[in-house]
């Protein structure tokens, strides 16, 4: 059975852009990349003191159910370096998962919807851009409801040139 996830990817450390690539490239091995939105420059939001972040969002069909395709995530950030020396700190890739189909889990290491993505600029503009229609399953909101009502202090992001 296939599945739709939507996912946020994020990085400021190295060449960001490239390490976004890379892992779009790599998560085509855990179902297939139907759309990707533009590249977002973007101003870290919990741990401050540190560099900016670019962000896209990915749609993916998969087979995976939503534990094996965490595990996937989970080896793709290994692959392209990824550490957790400081929680919300640098990072050379950051993949969370924002929907998968219209589920609501709520375990430990795995929450979906995304637990805060409705109070962050980095995860709502490329999501709009790609799908604006989409549901929350919790809120009941559609993203573009969720964009339009996004607080204040969500957050600068700014659209680059580049998917």
Wanted: glycine letters at 6%; aromatic letters at 6%; hydrophobic letters at 40%.
């Amino acid at each position: 059975m296939k599945h739709r996830a939507y996912l946020s990817l994020g990085s400021n450390v190295g060449n960001r852009v490239s390490n976004l690539g890379n892992c779009v490239r790599l998560l085509s091995k855990l179902g297939d990349v139907t759309k990707v939105s533009f590249h977002y420059e973007t101003e870290p939001m919990e741990v401050r003191e540190q560099p900016w972040f670019i962000n896209c969002v990915v749609e993916l069909q998969t087979d995976l159910g939503a534990r094996e395709l965490l595990a996937g995530i989970r080896s793709i950030e290994a692959e392209l370096g990824r550490t957790r020396e400081v929680h919300k700190g640098p990072r050379t890739i950051d993949i969370d998962i924002l929907f998968f189909d219209s589920e609501v889990i709520d375990n430990s290491d795995l929450r979906i919807p995304h637990v805060a993505m409705h109070k962050r600029g980095f995860v709502l503009a490329p999501l709009v851009e790609i799908a604006p229609h989409l549901r929350h399953p919790i809120l009941g909101k559609t993203v573009e409801q969720l964009w339009r009502e996004l607080p204040a202090d969500a957050g600068e992001v700014r659209r680059l040139a580049t998917r």
